[in-house]
C-alpha cells in the first residue's frame, strides 16, 4: 500500500517579532531623544543603549523620522491619559483646563521638532500623517470634555465646546512653535489661560482659574 507523500512545510517568511523588544527600543530611544536634539541623535546611539543589533532597529523602524514619531506617539498616549485623569479631579472645570495646558505645554517643551516635522507632513495621507492625526483627535476629545464641563458649570460661556477646544489646542501648538530659549513654562501656561479665559470665560471662570494660582 502506497503511502502518500509527505507535504513540505510552509516556508516562514521573516523573524516573528520578539514580545517587549519592540518597546526596549522604544524606551532607550526616549532617553535618548529626551537628552539630546533631534539631528544630533543616530541609530547606532539607539543600538548601544537598547543592546540590539542595528538590523533589528531597523526591522522596527525604518528610519530615524519613525522611530522619534514612534516615541512622540507613545508618549502622547501617555500624555492622553494624564489628561483624562485631570479632568477625573474635583478641581474646578475651569482649573482643569489649566492643568490641561500646563501638561500639554511640558510633554512638548523639550520635542519642539515634532511639530516643524509634523507642519511640513500632516497634511499628506501617509501613516505618520494619519497617526499623528488619530491622537491629535483623541488629544481634542479630552479638551472638549473639560470645556464642555466648564461651560456647563458656567465658567465659560454658553459655547462650541469642539471650536473652543480647536482654538485652546491651537494656542498651545502656536506657543510651542514660537517660543524662544529665555521663555519659561509657567509663564506661558498663565499667558494661554489668561488670553483663552479671557475670550471665553466668565468671571465666574476667571476667579476660579485665579484662585488656584500660587
Do not use: C
Not at 458649570?153 to 494656542?171: K, T, V, Y
Request: charged share 30%; net charge positive; hydrophobic share 40%.
Amino acid at each position: 500500500m502506497a503511502h502518500p507523500e509527505p507535504q513540505p512545510l510552509p516556508v516562514r517568511r521573516g523573524r516573528p517579532p520578539t514580545p517587549g523588544l519592540r518597546e526596549t527600543i522604544l524606551r532607550a530611544a526616549e532617553a535618548i531623544f529626551a537628552r539630546r536634539d533631534y539631528h544630533e541623535v543616530q541609530i547606532d546611539d539607539v543600538v548601544e543603549a537598547s543592546g540590539v543589533g542595528k538590523g533589528t532597529v531597523y526591522r522596527y523602524f525604518p528610519s530615524k523620522q519613525a522611530l522619534y514619531l514612534a516615541v512622540i506617539f507613545d508618549g502622547i498616549e501617555r500624555l492622553r491619559a494624564e489628561l483624562e485623569a485631570a479632568v477625573r479631579t474635583d478641581e474646578p472645570p475651569a482649573r482643569k483646563l489649566r492643568g490641561i495646558v500646563h501638561r500639554t505645554l511640558a510633554y512638548f517643551w523639550d520635542r519642539r521638532f515634532f511639530f516643524s516635522l509634523i507642519h511640513r507632513n500632516e497634511h499628506k495621507a501617509d501613516g505618520e500623517a494619519r497617526e499623528w492625526l488619530r491622537h491629535r483627535s483623541a488629544l481634542s476629545r479630552v479638551v472638549q470634555d473639560a470645556v464642555q464641563e466648564a461651560v456647563g458649570a458656567g465658567q465659560l460661556r454658553p459655547l462650541d465646546a469642539r471650536i473652543a477646544a480647536e482654538l485652546l489646542l491651537g494656542m498651545m501648538r502656536g506657543v510651542n512653535r514660537y517660543r524662544t530659549k529665555d521663555d519659561h513654562l509657567d509663564e506661558l501656561v498663565d499667558l494661554v489661560i489668561d488670553v483663552f479665559m479671557r475670550g471665553a470665560g466668565t468671571p465666574a471662570g476667571r476667579r476660579a482659574v485665579g484662585a488656584g494660582k500660587p
